[in-house]
């Protein structure tokens, strides 16, 4: 016991060391991107020294090394759900759901009538429980993931709207009044002027939108799903009390939402490389 507990202290003052000095010049890339990796691996670390150190039972919280084993022993049913929770209902949703949202953003733009109609409907969306809506979805599409896709929709739409929407209306006065001297049509404004200005927005909608639709495609797949699923697997495996495999399909969903969110980001700095918060 007091050899476990030694070393989750002797991990967790080690990481602090080593992240001390790598702060001292955080301008370094290889720096910056070290810092999270060593921090993570002494979480990991402690973890594992409490738990073991604690006999803590497995049931309550299972060492990493057991979720780990867990984790490569079961790469064949992660696998499975990992293709029908992200890739079908997340990934599906949040193409659908965004997409709708940026074409309805630019309708507002273009008639401001429906901006007064629109987005109070959509506040109105926003605000429903989701617990709530995600049965209701279920029976309407399905147990497959059209259900999931669905609930995703809702849950991106309004963020994905209101970002493009503000983002359309960034632009200046005066750069709206230099567009109208060069007798720009509004269909040239808006893709020369108006939706590369919207683009930092636009970009901040779908970075948010990366971690609403893995959150609604899991969640709803605790009101009915076929027998796969990180959601299913998550409720069933806890009837079970294998906690091992539970934290395993959470450890698939962060890696899956943190890819997703690295890759928008990515893009992002590709496309709004001019933009101050891109510079270094």
Partial sequence: MIGW?????LAWFAGMLVNSWLARDPGVQWRRLAAPIVFGATMIAAWEGIVRGFDISE???PAPSVIAATF?????ILWVDFVQTVIKGALSGYLIGCGAAFLIAVAIDRYPFLQRGLLPVGNFVAALPIIGMAPILVMWFGFDW???AAVVVVMVFFPMLVNTVQGLQDTGAMQRDLMRTYAASYWQTLFKLRLPAAMPFIFNGLKIGTTLALIGAIVAEFFGSPVKGMGFRISTSVGQLALDLVWAEIVVAAIAGSTF???MALIEKSVTFWHPSQRT
Wanted: without cysteine; charged residues 10%.
């Fill in 5 to 9: 507990i030694g070393f989750a202290i």
């Fill in 59 to 61: 049931v309550l919280l």
């Fill in 72 to 76: 490569a022993a079961s790469l064949d």
């Fill in 146 to 148: 059209q259900s999931k």
């Fill in 261 to 263: 969110y690295g890759v």
